[in-house]
């Protein structure tokens, strides 16, 4: 199965979020992410076979038992090439990465084949687009976006089912296969 640990952002924040990007202009091609697509992945593990759950599952609650509480809010705007539109973060980032790097670390512990370690970027992705797009634009617009802040307080599990029918516009469908709070 196809996993991510992730952070979910709560449905006020999806909702401020939603607004600022329903303001924006739209264009054939950019395909912007739902809301159950707003999320901040920490640690992208793709596909897990199925005997490595369990201890992947007691190695993220040892992340999150060993990680505080903090508080974040959505803010800004950036892309990635000229293929992908996000929105970041603010607030305790060095909070968000020390998760981040507790659930890449327990996925490799748990003998999940994780990509090459980057510096982990907090951001959600908002749009996509098909071929090259001027960003710049969406970006500026975005700039001044300030999002209320939250507590965040839990490490999410999250399988990711990519479209298997074929139907033009089809997303992924997300589910959260575990969960657990944050107690640092």
Same mark, same amino acid.
Request: hydrophobic share 45%.
């Given at each position: 199965?196809?996993?991510f640990a992730a952070v979910l952002p709560p449905p006020a924040a999806l909702a401020e979020l939603n607004a600022a990007v329903g303001a924006l202009p739209q264009?054939?091609?950019l395909r912007w992410t739902?809301?159950?697509g707003r999320h901040f992945t920490l640690a992208f593990m793709g596909e897990v076979r199925e005997e490595l759950l369990?201890?992947?599952? #007691?190695r993220l609650e040892r992340a999150a038992d060993r990680t505080a509480p903090f508080g974040l809010r959505l803010h800004g705007a950036g892309h990635f090439g000229n293929r992908t539109l996000w929105v970041g973060a603010a607030g305790d980032i060095d909070g968000m990465r020390?998760?981040?790097?507790r659930a890449d670390a327990a996925a490799r512990r748990a003998g999940v084949a994780m990509e090459q370690h980057r510096?982990?970027?907090?951001?959600?992705?908002?749009a996509r687009a098909r071929a090259t #797009?001027?960003?710049r634009p969406y970006t500026e617009a975005l700039a001044a976006f300030e999002g209320t802040s939250w507590q965040v307080d839990e490490l999410s599990l999250v399988r990711s089912n990519l479209p298997t029918s074929g139907v033009a516009g089809e997303r992924p469908r997300y589910e959260v296969v575990g969960a657990w709070p944050l107690r640092g």
């Amino acid at each position: 199965m196809r996993l991510f640990a992730a952070v979910l952002p709560p449905p006020a924040a999806l909702a401020e979020l939603n607004a600022a990007v329903g303001a924006l202009p739209q264009n054939e091609a950019l395909r912007w992410t739902s809301e159950p697509g707003r999320h901040f992945t920490l640690a992208f593990m793709g596909e897990v076979r199925e005997e490595l759950l369990p201890e992947l599952r #007691v190695r993220l609650e040892r992340a999150a038992d060993r990680t505080a509480p903090f508080g974040l809010r959505l803010h800004g705007a950036g892309h990635f090439g000229n293929r992908t539109l996000w929105v970041g973060a603010a607030g305790d980032i060095d909070g968000m990465r020390m998760l981040a790097e507790r659930a890449d670390a327990a996925a490799r512990r748990a003998g999940v084949a994780m990509e090459q370690h980057r510096r982990y970027t907090p951001h959600i992705t908002v749009a996509r687009a098909r071929a090259t #797009v001027a960003l710049r634009p969406y970006t500026e617009a975005l700039a001044a976006f300030e999002g209320t802040s939250w507590q965040v307080d839990e490490l999410s599990l999250v399988r990711s089912n990519l479209p298997t029918s074929g139907v033009a516009g089809e997303r992924p469908r997300y589910e959260v296969v575990g969960a657990w709070p944050l107690r640092g």
